[in-house]
């Protein structure tokens, strides 16, 4: 039976609740104590009545065996989770989006105690979340100095070290183009200066779609912590997230469009050539390409294989890993993609003799300048140059991936195959993003039974 004592001191009343559960091995008794103080004024009944409602609770509790006076915060609870899930293998880029969205979550519910979190609180936070303002991550760093100046007769690469960033970042930089708010204070903190960025941005609410994302990082945090018994119950699953709406049309090229991007293509050199060229054919993702290695390119079946992805992580360089949805598939090429690339291996044969001794053999298709590891990030930079050079709009590596798709699904190609090529875990997935290409190729079915069978039978 709990005991109950009341203690009224500056800060108010509250009472402290202690449940005794037999004695342990060196005949000491164990207790569990629980402090409760309202929330709300109430009257000395309503008081009596909740604190033995609260008592009760925590009794039950602490007889099933529950956590119940654990002082971990969310925040120390979180770490935990996400340590969990690193050694579980989940992958490196999944674990730093997951912790940028914790620093947002964090800062609204990472003091409260696990155990005194509400499906009301979680609520609060997600309006808080769709309020104008809530998007300040949002915001990015523009440069005010002259970053050509203050790199003088450095090098490009040898700046960048300097600055502890990437040399595309100061690229962007030299450009007059904004960079991230961390890359700006890292920037700033090996220069020794800060003057050199000011910041801009927009006051825009969180956008549905991160607010669920936020909710279901929290939902595996909870729910760790009800399955470790640590809370009775996962107040996640009584909150409220914005509703799931219906997936937009992904953006994709029309075919007069991907017409004048090929007739572009065909004027570069036969590196950039190529890479564009098997970005168009294969429908990849931009790590999948950067990942491919001459190894998994059979010229005789004409069959390149797809078993891992290149990523990039600013604490951790880049690093191969496997592909998003960690399968394994392969993709026939045209004769034309294998034409290029029979010759592209010509060009990059002479280049490694070239080089000699600096040629660092990757085994990669597509590498960098001395035959290393290509950071994939670097990639966009390339193609807005590809775009500004030939007066194309800009687009990003993905929409043609999205454009391959949509191809296949408009021309009547099966879901399950289209799915199979992309790489996707289930068929919904490409119903899901491809459905205005899905109902585009049956009103195509459609016409064509009108054209071979209602209208022949009308001739």
Known sequence: MASIRKIEGKGGVSYKITVSMGRDAQDKQ???????????????RQMEKEVQRVALEFEREITQGFQADNRQTFEQYAQYVIGLKERQG?????????????????????????KDIRPQHLNDLYKKLSEPGANRWRVWAAPVADFREIMGEQSLRGFAQVCGVHHYQVMRLLKGQHVSQQTATTIEANLNRKDLFKMIGDDRPLAPKTIRRCHSIIN?????????????????KRATPPPNKATRHSDCLQPEQ????????????????????MFIVTGCRRGEIFALKWGNVDFSTR????????NYLPDRG???GDTKTSNTRYIILPQEAVALLRKYKVWQTERRLAL??????SGHVFTAENGAAQNPVSFNGRLWNFCDRHGLPRVNPHMFRHTFASLLLSSGVDVLTVAKMLGHAAPTTTLNTYGHAVEEAKRKAVECISDTILRKKQA
């Not at 309202?38 to 000395?44: F, H, I, K, S």
């Open 30 to 44: 164990i207790r569990h104590f629980k402090t409760w103080k309202p929330d709300r004024p109430m009257t000395a």
């Open 90 to 114: 989940n992958k490196p880029q999944t674990m730093a989006n997951d912790g940028r969205i914790l620093i947002r979550v964090n800062e609204y519910i990472g003091h409260m105690k696990l």
């Open 220 to 236: 595996i945090i909870l729910r760790q912590a009800e399955k470790e018994m640590i809370i009775s119950y996962n107040p996640a």
């Open 258 to 277: 991907l017409q004048k991007f090929l007739e572009a293509v065909e004027q570069e050199p036969v590196e950039l050539q190529t890479l564009l060229m």
């Open 303 to 310: 069959q390149i294989k797809i078993e891992s992805s290149l």
């Open 318 to 320: 880049i690093y191969e």
């Open 356 to 361: 000699g001794d600096q040629w660092v053999d």
